[in-house]
């Protein structure tokens, strides 16, 4: 083989902490592309190995369209055959030179190609190799699940939702949450190997992340020894906690102590609220929420959103307008390093979320393109030494395909 080129990384802007940090990606959809994401957005090289063709998520419709723009920034790309020995040796060489594998396949799928733990751990003993799972070792180890199916398991669907109707969250909450965890357990096993010189599998799993979001709710019961109700019929341990209607927008606001609830009624000359004794802890408001409430909902909707965000603003009382996703892309508050700008496959320029950290001062990200199938093959082959009539063959049995 030549000697490599180094990859220069990408075109980061913020802090690159994970810089020389290699990830092979074996990945689709959103939890093991949310690792991924995560890691090249800190500066690490992420390497997607795709299919002849591409990876299908990047031609979902729907509710599915924003999977492969939202989760795949600032990464690489090669599609390799891996049903052809050649293209199997690719990601074995591939394999052998990384610090980090991700994968997100049903159990036993990279097994059964000859890329497990154990078998690309005897050829780089540093390798991390994480798997995103569906769920631990366990009973349902081998079950298939979706972020869908671990919400309705895990009881974040029923809590979500009114009585009797289980509701998934409105975002892939558990797919990325658990992306999150695998990223959590990446970094603790890059740290441990400063110190033992070897790499160790990471699982991460869609379930157990969800029993760990709805944790407090066991520990409610626990607490209580009662059942928590969902959320939308939940007894609020605040007396004024509530979405209101206005005159044009909805707003929530919460008031969530003692000192809060007398800021709030001088703001609002609510002088009654405030002169009756029986009402001055939050307690005593939560137990009279019926008799409070009707006279600020009757209050909120005589004014308009503005007119209630402007006598909110700077209080210290939380309050929220009523936010849609499209909405995001004109917010003041993330117009100071929130957003990237990003190219779409289409060519079109957007901007979307970055990772919401500071290191330093600095925001992760940059000006990032999403990677084209197969775009990165060439330079990803020659960096690992390849040869380019080796290359030509490759790319000539169809092992490798170039964009």
């Given at each position: 083989m030549t000697a490599a080129p180094e990859y220069t990384g990408s075109q980061q802007t913020g802090p690159t902490p994970l810089a020389g940090i290699k990830v092979i990606e074996f990945t689709h959809m959103v939890m093991g592309p949310t690792v991924g994401h995560i890691l090249a957005g800190l500066g690490a090289d992420v390497i997607r190995i795709e299919p002849i063709g591409g990876d299908r998520t990047r031609r979902l419709l729907g509710s599915g369209a924003g999977y492969f723009p939202m989760y795949n920034r600032g990464?690489?790309?090669?599609?390799?055959?891996?049903?052809?020995?050649?293209?199997?040796?690719?990601?074995?060489?591939?394999?052998?030179?990384?610090?980090?594998?991700?994968?997100?396949?049903?159990?036993?799928a990279l097994d059964r190609l000859g890329l497990s733990f154990e078998a690309l751990s005897a050829i780089n003993p540093r390798l991390i190799y994480c798997s995103e799972k569906g769920f631990l070792p366990g009973p349902y180890e081998d079950r298939t699940a979706l972020?869908?199916?671990?919400?309705?398991?895990?009881?974040?669907?029923?809590?979500?939702?009114?009585?009797?109707?289980?509701?998934?969250?409105?975002?892939?909450v558990v797919d990325v949450t658990g992306g999150m965890f695998g990223v959590i357990g990446i970094l603790a096993a890059l740290e441990e190997r400063h110190r033992t010189g070897k790499g160790q599998k990471v699982v991460a799993s869609l379930f157990e992340t969800t029993v760990y979001l709805v944790g407090q709710h066991m520990a409610q019961f626990a607490v209580t020894g009662k059942a928590a109700a969902p959320m939308p019929a939940r007894i609020s341990a605040w007396a004024i906690y509530d979405v209101f209607e206005t005159k044009d927008e909805p707003v929530f606001i919460g008031v969530v102590s003692d000192s809060l609830w007398e800021k709030f009624c001088a703001l609002f000359a609510l002088d009654e609220l405030w002169a009756d004794e029986a009402i001055r802890t939050n307690n005593e408001r939560v137990l009279a929420r019926d008799r409070i409430l009707p006279q600020i909902r009757a209050l909120m909707a005589s004014m308009t959103r503005a007119e209630i965000v402007a006598k909110l603003e700077g209080t210290g009382l939380p309050f929220a307008p009523i936010g849609r996703p499209?909405?995001?892309?004109?917010?003041?508050?993330?117009?100071?390093?929130?957003?990237?700008?990003?190219?779409?496959?289409?060519?079109?320029?957007?901007?979307?979320?970055?990772?919401?950290?500071?290191?330093?001062?600095?925001?992760?990200?940059?000006?990032?393109?999403?990677?084209?199938?197969?775009?990165?093959?060439?330079?990803?082959?020659?960096?690992?030494?390849?040869?380019?009539?080796?290359?030509?063959?490759?790319?000539g049995q169809g092992a490798v395909e170039t964009a």
């Open positions: 990464k690489r790309s090669i599609c390799l055959d891996l049903k052809s020995a050649e293209g199997k040796a690719v990601a074995r060489d591939l394999c052998a030179s990384a610090d980090v594998l991700v994968e997100n396949f049903r159990p036993g972020d869908e199916v671990a919400q309705m398991m895990g009881g974040l669907a029923y809590m979500t939702g009114p009585p009797g109707r289980p509701l998934r969250a409105g975002s892939s499209e909405d995001m892309f004109d917010d003041p508050q993330l117009a100071s390093g929130g957003l990237e700008d990003v190219t779409l496959d289409s060519g079109k320029q957007t901007r979307l979320p970055t990772i919401p950290l500071e290191m330093g001062g600095k925001r992760p990200g940059g000006s990032v393109a999403l990677p084209q199938p197969g775009a990165d093959a060439q330079a990803i082959l020659q960096e690992l030494g390849y040869p380019a009539q080796r290359i030509d063959e490759l790319i």
